[in-house]
């Protein structure tokens, strides 16, 4: 890792809802909370916990602390929200806790915790 750069990530007792163009997309309890040097808290949610359709794309983007990134499409609202989520199915080591998870871009999508904006 570069000096001075940080991931942790942990599961926590909170409930998280996604929106977008105020349709829920997802929805779980005791998400998986990573923390990384410079970002903002990612909520990463079980795949399970998407109540849309999302559709992988063929895009991915490579982090030297993750792994390699797969992105998701979901149709919302009448709207096709083009790579509006993130996965890593082989994640590095120090960030297995996210494997089997999704992100959304918290600028792009509302996102909220325990009824609070993120």
């Avoid at 007792?13 to 903002?40: C, F, I, N």
């Avoid at 009448?78 to 082989?90: F, K, L, M, N, V």
């Amino acid at each position: 890792m570069t000096q001075g750069h940080t991931i942790s990530t942990h599961a926590e007792d909170v409930h998280v809802e996604v929106h977008l163009d105020g349709e829920l997309v997802a929805s779980a309890q005791r998400p998986v909370l990573l923390e990384e040097t410079g970002l903002t808290t990612a909520y990463y949610l079980p795949k399970s916990a998407l109540v849309a359709d999302a559709q992988p794309i063929e895009l991915s983007t490579h982090c030297p602390f993750k792994g390699d990134a797969s992105y998701w499409t979901i149709v919302a609202g009448g709207r096709t929200h083009d790579a509006i989520a993130w996965s890593y199915e082989q994640p590095k080591a120090g960030a297995e806790e996210i494997e089997g998870h999704v992100a959304f871009f918290s600028n792009r999508a509302q996102i909220t915790v325990d009824g609070t904006p993120v």
